[in-house]
């Protein structure tokens, strides 16, 4: 089986800056795409950005120039740094992860998500 543990979300004021972190662990052969969601209070879960096993990268329209995705290979791992943060950022941020399986097969894993609250 394969987990992934976000970490790094909390209280944060307008124009501040948070990181999260992604790992993941388990029976994993490689990692595939990455990538970022998040889920406000009666919305739907939206993609916030995502990172090929290359490094590159897309971003939503709402976080271009403020958020950065990032990944450690080595370490199974991945981030999101967020700048300039604004209420509206305010959601549960979730991380998602295509691995490659010791069997040869791939699986899509969600993490259980943490909460981002951008308030003053």
């Known amino acids: 089986q394969v987990q992934l543990v976000e970490s790094g979300g909390g209280l944060v004021q307008p124009g501040g800056s948070l990181r999260l972190s992604c790992a993941a662990s388990?029976?994993?052969?490689?990692?595939?795409?990455m990538g970022w969601y998040r889920q406000a209070p009666g919305k739907q879960r939206e993609l916030v950005a995502v990172?090929?096993?290359?490094?590159?990268?897309n971003y939503a329209d709402s976080v271009k120039g403020r958020f950065t995705i990032s990944r450690d290979n080595a370490k199974n791992t991945m981030y999101l740094q967020m700048n300039s943060l604004k209420p509206e950022d305010t959601a549960v941020y979730y991380c998602?992860?295509?691995?490659?399986?010791?069997?040869?097969?791939?699986?899509?894993?969600w993490g259980p998500g943490t909460q981002v609250t951008v308030s003053s």
């Open positions: 998602n992860a295509n691995v490659r399986l010791p069997v040869g097969r791939s699986a899509n894993y």
């Open positions: 388990g029976s994993i052969f490689s990692i595939n795409g």
């Open positions: 990172i090929t096993s290359g490094g590159s990268t």
